[in-house]
């Protein structure tokens, strides 16, 4: 293919991206074809009143965009004839952990049955996929054991680089309960709410689901945070 425009991709963290040089009509071109309506936008007052569309922008309008859909994109842009170069400004190293096996928790006593904790295969698998790849979405039911998968990743990560991490859960009762799990595990859990910003653990857990709140703890412990972690 012989190509007819230039652009690059500047790469600036694990999430966000940037691409430069395109022409503006493909920007907006991308900057419709990546809008999605929010839910209940009609309700919205920005909406009513004519001075916001009801869409979320995962392609704006300066070029920036999302690492995850590269994928698509970069096709489509290279359909566009564009010659792409790829300028990758990423600085976080990747940590090695090792993989966990059923005696993990072996030093818990189970309350039930009074033995060592035993890590279900499911968990395990889980868990080692998650660290293996570097991240991931992992989905389990109800009473899965997902509290006791978020702090074995946490500990694995803790133990190799002393990095922290944030558990993110949506209200007061199961902030309570993710503390007392943590806890249990033996896990260093602080909080980041309302009500405490106790930033020197290991592991901290944000109280609520507002993103600006979310991104700010994020800016205060970006030096060593590794993973955000949703239970």
Known sequence: MSYSRYCTIRIIDEVNCIFIGLHPDHI?????????????????????????????????????????LLDEIIPAVIGLRYKITIKDERTTKGVTVPLIGEDFFKHITDPETEEPWEVRDYQIGMVNALTTHSGGVGLCGTGGGKTSMCAAIALLYERAANLRSIIIVPDKNLSDQTVEEYEFFEVDVGEYSGERKDLNTNTLYQLGKHSKTIQKLFKILMSSLLMKLMD
């Not at 999605?36 to 300066?62: E, M, Q, V």
């Open 28 to 68: 907006g071109y991308f900057y419709e074809e990546y809008g999605r309506y929010a839910p209940n936008y009609f309700f919205n007052p920005k909406f009513k009143l004519g001075s916001w569309d009801g869409k979320i922008r995962y392609f704006h309008k300066t070029g920036k965009t999302y690492v995850n």
